[in-house]
C-alpha cells in the first residue's frame, strides 16, 4: 500500500505525513515503524521491506523521505513500485520535488497522492512576522512566545524557519554580550542595541546553553535521533 504526499511545502506536507501515521498506528498500535533518509536507506533494505511481517505485528508503516530525489534510489524503487503497492505494509513517500513522469507512475499504484505547495499558503505566510519570535524570545517571555509560536504554526511557517530566527537571536545576543561596540561586534547598530538589551535577561552562560541546544536539536533531528518538532517544542516551553 502507498501513499505520496508531495510539494514545496515544508509544513503541510509533514502534517499529513503524521496524520497518516497516526491514523495507521492507531488502528495497529503494534506495528512497527522505520524512516528512512538518503543517507540512511540501504538498497539492501526494499526486498525485504516489500514481504516483511513482524511476528506479532499485523503490518510495518514505513516513512520514506525524499529518497525519490536521488536518481539511482528512485530507480530502484520505481522498478519495484507495483511490489510496494501490493505488499500487505504501508509506505509512506514524502518528496519535496517530483518530476511530472514520476508522479504519473505514482499515481497509477498509490493509494493515495496529495500535493501540498506553497502557492496555497503564501498569503497566510505574508501576514505573520517572524522576527516577532525573536522579540519574544530576546524578551524572555515564555507566554508570549508560546503564543506566537502556535500563531507561526497556524500560519504554515516552517518548524526550520521558527528555529532559525531563534537561534540568530541567541547568536545576535551573545555577539552583543562579547563586543563594546556594534562594529566590533559585526551588528547593524540597531539589532547590536536590541541584542544587548535582550541580553540583560539571560545570564551568559544561559545563552551559551540555550545555542548549544538549538544546535544539538538541528543534528540530531537531521539523524533521526529526535524528533525535531517536539523538540523545538519543547525548547520554546523550556524558556
Not at 505488499?87 to 520535488?97: A, R, Y
Not at 514520476?102 to 505573520?128: G, H, P, S, T
Not at 544561559?206 to 517536539?230: A, M, N, P, Q, W
Request: hydrophobic residues 40%; contains cysteine.
Amino acid at each position: 500500500m502507498i501513499y505520496l504526499i508531495y510539494g514545496s511545502n515544508f509544513t503541510r506536507t509533514r502534517e499529513k505525513m503524521r496524520e497518516i501515521l497516526a491514523t495507521q498506528l492507531k488502528k495497529d498500535p503494534d506495528a512497527s515503524y522505520f524512516r528512512f533518509e538518503i543517507d540512511t536507506w540501504e538498497p539492501s533494505r526494499l526486498e525485504e521491506l516489500i514481504a516483511s511481517k513482524g511476528l506479532f505485528q499485523k503490518k510495518l508503516v514505513v516513512i520514506l523521505d525524499n529518497l525519490l530525489a536521488d536518481k539511482e534510489v528512485s530507480k530502484e524503487i520505481l522498478e519495484n513500485i507495483k511490489s510496494l503497492a501490493e505488499s500487505e505494509n504501508i509506505f509512506v513517500f514524502i518528496e519535496s520535488t517530483l518530476t511530472k513522469e514520476v508522479i504519473k507512475k505514482m499515481e497509477r499504484v498509490a493509494l493515495k497522492v496529495q500535493c501540498f505547495d506553497d502557492e496555497e499558503v503564501a498569503e497566510k505566510e505574508e501576514k505573520f512576522k517572524i522576527f516577532t519570535l525573536a522579540d519574544a524570545f530576546g524578551a524572555k517571555d515564555k507566554k508570549k512566545l508560546w503564543i506566537l509560536y502556535q500563531k507561526a504554526l497556524r500560519s504554515y511557517i516552517a518548524h526550520e524557519q521558527i528555529h532559525g530566527i531563534l537561534f540568530w537571536q541567541v547568536k545576535a545576543m551573545l555577539m552583543s554580550l562579547q563586543a563594546k561596540s556594534a562594529k566590533e561586534s559585526g551588528l547593524n547598530p540597531y539589532v547590536y542595541s536590541k541584542s544587548l538589551r535582550f541580553a540583560k535577561n539571560y545570564t551568559e552562560d544561559e545563552l551559551k546553553k540555550l545555542s548549544t541546544e538549538l544546535v544539538r536539536t538541528y543534528h540530531e533531528s537531521r539523524r533521526g535521533i529526535i524528533d525535531f518538532e517536539s523538540a523545538l517544542e519543547r525548547f520554546v516551553l523550556s524558556i
